[in-house]
């Protein structure tokens, strides 16, 4: 199937502080690989996929991986509008990211609408693997806080494709059903453009 000939296509951000691994997760998700020279992200950068959804839809994901550094959040969170579901990354060897993720679930619910549905993904598991003393962030800790504001939750590893398609799948699977039952048609972006209202320093297709 082409892309163009997917009926159901669903705007989705990635959000969460700098360096948290947001871009090498989206590698690792699109082309099964990362970051040769990392860098952080300026501004937003977007990459599709197509995902079936239990063998019956086949959905196209536009992903838009936003930068978490400070000096651009005004670009970003403009770019959270028509969303319909965020990943939102935290490492889980750095316990301010954790905290932080209370602020990045509040923009992205200001400018995407209350009803976006929120995937909390703790990264970096690798590194709790090769010592748990690396771990700053709970697992209870963080489940608990994703039930208590109605997020689904996952630990992930880019570096190891830890919990990466699964991540994404369950987001989508929760997006589609959604809007199946409720549509909204301005949610389903199948021809996404850019807004020329909106700011747009270095927006740039993933070179994934
Ligand atoms: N150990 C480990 N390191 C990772 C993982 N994912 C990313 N990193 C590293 O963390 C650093 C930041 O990764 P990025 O993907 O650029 O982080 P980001 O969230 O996109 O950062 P911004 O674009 O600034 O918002 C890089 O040095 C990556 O190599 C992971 O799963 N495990
Ligand atoms: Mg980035």
Not at 85 to 100: E, P, S
Not at 172 to 190: G, R, T
Request: aromatic share 8%; hydrophobic share 35%; proline share 3%.
């Amino acid at each position: 199937m082409a892309d163009d000939d997917t009926k159901y296509s669903y705007k989705i951000v990635l959000a969460g502080d700098t360096g948290v691994g947001k871009t090498n997760i989206l590698r690792r998700f699109v082309s099964d690989s990362l970051p040769k020279t990392p860098h952080p992200t300026i501004g937003v950068e977007f990459a599709t996929k197509i995902i079936d959804i239990e063998g019956k839809d086949k959905v196209k994901a536009q992903i838009w991986d936003t930068a978490g550094q400070e000096r651009y959040k005004s670009i970003t969170s403009a770019h959270y509008r028509n969303a319909v579901g965020a990943l939102l990354v935290y490492d889980v060897t750095r316990h301010q990211t954790f905290v932080n993720a209370k602020r990045w679930a509040e923009e992205l619910r200001f400018h995407a609408g209350e009803d976006i549905i929120v995937l909390l993904a703790g990264n970096k598991l690798d590194l709790v693997h090769k010592s748990q003393e690396n771990r700053q962030v709970s697992r209870e800790e963080a489940e608990k806080f994703a039930k208590s504001n109605g997020m689904l939750f996952k630990e992930t590893s880019a570096y190891e494709n830890e919990n990466i398609a699964e991540s994404f799948q369950e987001l989508l699977k929760d997006v589609h059903y959604k809007q199946k039952a409720n549509p909204s048609p301005k949610k389903n972006v199948k021809n996404y453009k850019l807004d020329p209202n909106q700011p747009q320093a270095n927006e740039s297709k993933c070179s994934c």
